[in-house]
């Protein structure tokens, strides 16, 4: 019988940058692997098939997502086994709190094959880039949607009655 599958939304951008409670989150959690590695070393794509895996076995799953790339985990918890499996390479870093103790590092770029990835060189150093100039968009355009929305309240404010408002809300 498949375990449940539960998605929960962990880290997004904001106006103020990049924002994640997965720290939060493994605060209670005694066993964390942490996966290591560069963009596309198969951080993500190994989550959630050890996830999906690990459901079809019927173990209760957790998928930590982001709001930045929600088909791609940001960690699985698996409640009954008190573990979860992490990635590590976030815009915030992800170590152990205790080495060796409560948490493994695992470093993906081991397991690369290094003559494949040298043939897309041009390819993989292409969209590394971009996507860093994606994320300095996106932060800049919720900054600026910030001051927007923060102009936009201090006019409204301007015209409410605020113990009318309350009033309406009682």
Not at 35 to 58: D, N, V
Request: net charge negative.
């Amino acid at each position: 019988m498949r375990g449940k599958v539960r998605y929960v939304l962990t880290s997004s951008h904001t106006s103020q940058g990049f924002h994640t409670f997965i720290p939060e989150l493994l605060r209670e959690i005694p066993k964390i692997y942490i996966l290591k590695g560069a963009p596309g070393s198969g951080k993500s794509t190994f989550i959630r098939l050890l996830g999906e895996s690990l459901s079809e076995q019927g173990y209760e799953v957790e998928f930590w997502i982001s709001a930045a790339d929600p088909v791609s985990p940001e960690g699985v918890f698996i409640p009954q086994l008190h573990a979860a499996v992490v990635n590590g390479s976030l815009a915030y870093p992800i170590d152990p709190r205790y080495p060796g103790l409560t948490g493994d590092i695992i470093y993906m770029g081991d397991y690369w094959d290094k003559i494949l990835i040298e043939t897309h060189r041009q390819e993989i150093m292409g969209l590394c880039d971009e996507q860093e100039q994606h994320r300095h968009q996106a932060t800049a355009a919720l900054k600026s949607a910030a001051v927007i929305r923060e102009t936009i309240t201090k006019k409204v404010d301007a015209y409410l009655d605020g113990r009318k408002m309350e009033q309406l809300t009682e």
